[in-house]
Every structure is written in C-alpha cells, then in structure tokens.
C-alpha cells in the first residue's frame, strides 16, 4: 500500500505558484481598470475569470493538492478571485451608469429641429359641419338622403315646379352639360334630392340631405360656383308650418346654442306655399342691444334660408298623394353657416385647400 505522496510539492505546480496568482490578479485588476465600455468589460470577465483564465485554471488545481497544502493555496487564490470579481463588479456598476448617460445624450431628440414629415392633412370643416348637422337630424329620428351632383333637368327643376317658362329658374344659374339636348345639369340645389325622395319612398318621410351644389357665379368673398347647402323634407299626415318652425328652432338650437330661435319673413318658393325666408336669431349679441354686433350687423337676427309647407303640385308630381298628405321643407347654406358661426368674412379659405385653415378649425387628425 502506498501512503499519501508527501513529496509532492504544490509550489512545482504552474499555476498555483504566489507570484503567479499574484501576476494574474494584477493583470486581472489592470484589464478591469482599462475596459472602457460594457462590451469590452464582458471580454475581460471572460479571458480574466472564464474557465480557461489562469485564476480558474488555478482553483482547479487546490482539488489535486495534498491535504495540507489546499488551505493556504486556498486562501491565496480565494483572494485573489475576490479581488477581481469586486473589481467587476464596481467597474460594471460605473459602465453602466456612463452608458445610461451616454445614451441619454446620444438619443436625445430635438423637437425643435424642421420635420420633412408629411401633414398628416385634416377633415375639412365643411365636411365636419356637414356631419355634425347630419348628427342632429338623426337624433330627431331623421333619415340622411343623397343624390347626384349631375342631376336630371326635369328633377333639378320641373318636378319641383319649376317649369321651363319660370321665371325663377333664371334666378339660379345654371352650369348644364354637353349636348345641352339631354337636358342635365349640375344641381343647383339639394332640392332635387325631395323629389328623388318622394319618387322611391311612401310616406311618412322625414329625410335631410346634406350636399354640394353649383352655380354659374363668380368667385369671390361671398359666391363660389359650388358651395354646400342642406335640405330638409317631412311628409306626413296632418303636417303643418308649425312643425316646421319647431324642427328649424331645434336645428338653430343644437347648432348655435340653446335658446337660438328662427323666424320667418313671407317669401316666394315654387316648390312651397306658403314660403318663408328663415332667420336665425343672433348667436352673439342674441336680439338684445344689437346696434354694435359685428355678426348680425345690428339686425339682431341672421338670413339663414329658405322654408316652406310643400306645395301640393310637387307632392303630385313626385306620386305622393296630396289629399292624405301635407309636407315641409327647408335648405339652407352649410358654407354661410359656417361663415358667420366663425366669424369668417371670406369664405374661399373653404374652398383653397390649406391645411392650416383646416387645422386652425380643429380639424387635423
Ligand atoms: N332650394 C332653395 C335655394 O337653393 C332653398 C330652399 C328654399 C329649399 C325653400 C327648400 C325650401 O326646400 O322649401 O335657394
């Protein structure tokens, strides 16, 4: 039986010799010390403590030791692993607090620096006014009607008793297409959308139609050749010029605030009798102590448009039976609503197309 190997000699193994624990700690620490960011730091910990490093290397070694030996070799090397895993530890703490601001400085962005970044554009106004009005009819249990831009002669006019001869149909002048033969137009009006209403539906109708409509008129703070207006048409039984006023004092009311009313100026409509010129009450000044209000000129009331019962030729003409039925109907300007709601005096912005004006409407998206 052998006993233990008294003759080995610990201080014949390589790597556990003091000086060169010593010199691999030093190496170790220096290597720590000259790691300038995490990335190189991360190779140090690998060459320096990783399982190949001489410091490794050496712990492996004490196993192999005799007995009284790996204490002392323990110690040593012990020690010197400690030093370097706090001298990681400490210079990974420092790295990481320089890279934080680093990247803190580097990323920073300059909110203040010009964008190439397209506008994102905005809804237009009229389009929001458009469906804010459309919003309030259907509150009331209405129905939002549509109809085309070109437009039949025959419903733009004729059907709602407009016949050639009127002499009210010079008072809307008319854009009309190529061959002028085929008799269609470009709807000077959203009333056409009644009689296309009343030609496809029985009633009770209760319908409003928002939409775009054209005439020949020059272009300037006050006329464009298209602009938008809104019509309203009931049909039922037992209508009257009351519910009429009602549902326009309700519409003013929701648009330019509660206890705006209308009122109603005799006027001449073919498609109506009788007719009313509809007024809205001041939304500023609101009747009282008008003389300096700049929005109703010191009339205390706005022209708003144009009203009426429905003419019984027109119900007749578009197949409503007008013993059983009676009807109202009204249009007015969208673009003049919201001209004078705004307190524009021009209304081309509407028309030109710049986001600004869309965006100083609270418009962008
Ligand atoms: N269509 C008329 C216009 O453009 C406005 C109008 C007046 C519409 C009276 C109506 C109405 O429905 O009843 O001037």
Same mark, same amino acid.
């Given at each position: 039986?052998?006993?233990?190997?008294?003759?080995?000699?610990?201080?014949?193994?390589?790597?556990?010799?003091?000086?060169?624990?010593?010199?691999?700690?030093?190496?170790?620490?220096?290597?720590?010390?000259?790691?300038?960011?995490?990335?190189?730091?991360?190779?140090?910990?690998?060459?320096?403590?990783?399982?190949?490093?001489?410091?490794?290397?050496?712990?492996?070694?004490?196993?192999?030791?005799?007995?009284?030996?790996?204490?002392?070799?323990?110690?040593?090397?012990?020690?010197?692993?400690?030093?370097?895993?706090?001298?990681?530890?400490?210079?990974?703490?420092?790295?990481?607090?320089?890279?934080?601001?680093?990247?803190?400085?580097?990323?920073?962005?300059?909110?203040?620096?010009?964008?190439?970044?397209?506008?994102?554009?905005?809804?237009?106004?009229?389009?929001?006014?458009? =469906?804010?009005?459309?919003?309030? +009819? %259907?509150?009331? *249990?209405?129905?939002? !009607? $549509?109809?085309?831009?070109?437009?039949? /002669?025959?419903?733009?006019?004729?059907?709602?008793?407009?016949?050639?001869?009127?002499?009210?149909?010079?008072?809307?002048?008319?854009?009309?297409?190529?061959?002028?033969?085929?008799?269609?137009?470009?709807?000077?009006?959203?009333?056409?959308?009644?009689?296309?209403?009343?030609?496809?539906?029985?009633?009770?109708?209760?319908?409003?139609?928002?939409?775009?409509?054209?005439?020949?008129?020059?272009?300037?703070?006050?006329?464009?050749?298209?602009?938008?207006?809104?019509?309203?048409?009931?049909?039922?039984?037992?209508?009257?010029?009351?519910?009429?006023?009602?549902?326009?004092?309700?519409?003013?009311?929701?648009?330019?605030?509660?206890?705006?009313?209308?009122?109603?100026?005799?006027?001449?409509?073919?498609?109506?009798?009788?007719?009313? =010129?509809?007024?809205?009450?001041? +939304? %500023?000044?609101? *009747?009282?102590?008008? !003389? $300096?209000?700049?929005?109703?000129?010191? /009339?205390?009331?706005?022209?708003?448009?144009?009203?009426?019962?429905?003419?019984?030729?027109?119900?007749?003409?578009?197949?409503?039976?007008?013993?059983?039925?009676?009807?109202?109907?009204?249009?007015?300007?969208?673009?003049?609503?919201?001209?004078?709601?705004?307190?524009?005096?021009?209304?081309?912005?509407?028309?030109?197309?710049?986001?600004?004006?869309?965006?100083?409407?609270?418009?962008?998206?």
């Amino acid at each position: 039986m052998s006993g233990p190997n008294t003759d080995y000699d610990p201080v014949e193994v390589t790597p556990l010799k003091p000086e060169e624990v010593e010199s691999a700690r030093d190496a170790a620490l220096a290597a720590i010390a000259a790691a300038s960011d995490l990335a190189e730091l991360k190779q140090v910990r690998i060459d320096h403590t990783g399982d190949r490093s001489p410091l490794a290397l050496a712990n492996r070694e004490i196993g192999a030791l005799p007995p009284q030996a790996r204490k002392e070799a323990g110690q040593r090397i012990g020690q010197a692993r400690g030093a370097v895993a706090k001298a990681l530890g400490e210079r990974q703490a420092v790295l990481e607090v320089e890279h934080e601001e680093r990247i803190l400085v580097e990323e920073t962005v300059d909110v203040t620096l010009p964008t190439d970044r397209a506008r994102p554009g905005g809804r237009h106004p009229i389009t929001l006014q458009s =469906e804010l009005i459309a919003d309030i +009819f %259907v509150a009331m *249990g209405w129905e939002i !009607a $549509e109809g085309p831009v070109v437009e039949a /002669e025959w419903l733009n006019f004729d059907a709602l008793n407009l016949g050639p001869d009127h002499p009210a149909r010079t008072l809307q002048d008319t854009f009309w297409t190529e061959p002028v033969d085929h008799h269609v137009v470009l709807r000077t009006q959203t009333s056409p959308v009644q009689a296309r209403t009343m030609l496809t539906r029985t009633p009770p109708i209760y319908v409003a139609c928002p939409g775009r409509v054209f005439r020949t008129d020059e272009y300037d703070a006050t006329h464009s050749p298209m602009f938008h207006q809104v019509e309203g048409l009931v049909v039922d039984e037992g209508i009257t010029m009351a519910h009429l006023k009602g549902s326009l004092d309700h519409l003013a009311g929701q648009l330019f605030g509660a206890g705006i009313d209308t009122r109603f100026r005799p006027s001449y409509f073919p498609f109506t009798e009788p007719s009313a =010129e509809v007024d809205v009450r001041c +939304f %500023v000044c609101r *009747g009282v102590d008008s !003389a $300096e209000c700049r929005t109703c000129r010191g /009339e205390g009331w706005i022209e708003w448009g144009g009203c009426g019962v429905v003419n019984p030729r027109v119900l007749t003409a578009c197949g409503v039976d007008s013993e059983r039925y009676t009807g109202f109907a009204f249009g007015m300007g969208i673009d003049r609503s919201f001209m004078f709601r705004h307190d524009l005096e021009d209304l081309r912005p509407l028309f030109e197309g710049d986001v600004r004006f869309s965006a100083a409407f609270g418009t962008e998206i």
